[in-house]
């Protein structure tokens, strides 16, 4: 089975708490089946599991950090809100979701630093 760098972060905190997944589950108020999807990344983690999490775990602010982190690099769908875009903002995003898939690293690559260079030339 394949997990996310969530599951693998809840698994670890599940074993050091000696907690199955049904514990985890009740915990956060969802199934198991529902638990497992968003382990293995067949769905985002809820953002309202954060608090919920670091409460009942009583992690520190780095596990927090962490856990953050790791629900940031789990995501595999994102939502874009396009109703204040221009028209060119919105073919650029359909373009954009449109060629996603067949997108190679070093494509992905020079678009984020196209991005970033436009982003810090703003400040």
């Known amino acids: ?4 760098s969530f599951g693998e972060f ?6 050091k708490n000696h907690e199955v997944m049904g514990d985890v589950a009740r915990m956060l108020g969802v199934t198991v ?15 309202e599991w954060i608090d919920k999490i670091v409460e009942y775990y009583n992690l520190d602010d780095d596990m927090k950090k ?4 790791v629900i940031d ?3 595999t ?18 373009q954009f979701a449109r060629s996603f898939d067949g997108m190679d690293d070093e ?4 678009i ?5 260079n436009k982003k810090e030339g703003s400040d």
């Not at 089946?33 to 953002?47: C, D, Q, T, W, Y």
């Open 1 to 4: 089975m394949s997990y996310t």
């Open 107 to 110: 494509t992905a690559i020079r």
């Open 33 to 47: 089946p529902f638990l497992s999807a968003v382990e293995n990344g067949k769905k985002n983690v809820p953002i």
């Open 73 to 75: 690099e789990s995501k």
């Open 10 to 15: 809840m698994r670890v905190l599940r074993v």
């Open 112 to 116: 984020m630093n196209l991005l970033k």
């Open 66 to 69: 962490e856990l953050i982190e």
């Open 77 to 94: 769908q994102y939502k874009l809100i396009t109703k204040n875009s221009s028209l060119n903002q919105r073919k650029v995003a359909f």
